[in-house]
């Protein structure tokens, strides 16, 4: 006798909420990738990424001050 989904799902309870729709997955893909055994190289790469990302922020913030301070610079001297 072959099993039918049907037959499995005879004594699941209907889903609420959703309009009986399958739920989407708790926890993403990413997530359940994480889960995996980090290794140091792994850990190394992330606080690499972490720093660079920083750093990029901070000089993102600086070049607009400047950006700013050059354009109300160069307003006052063509009045």
């Not at 609420?16 to 729709?21: H, I, L, M």
């Not at 990738?33 to 660079?52: G, N, Q």
Request: charged share 35%.
């Amino acid at each position: 006798m072959k099993t039918k989904l049907e037959d499995l799902l005879k004594g699941v309870p209907a889903q609420e909420g959703n309009g009986g729709r399958l739920l989407a997955p708790t926890v993403s893909a990413s997530a359940a990738k994480a889960a995996e055994p980090v290794t140091a190289i792994d850990k190394t790469t992330a606080s690499a990424k972490r720093l660079l990302d920083d750093e990029a922020l901070v000089r993102h913030g600086k070049t607009a001050r400047l950006k700013a301070a050059r354009e109300a610079r160069d307003k006052g001297e063509d009045d």
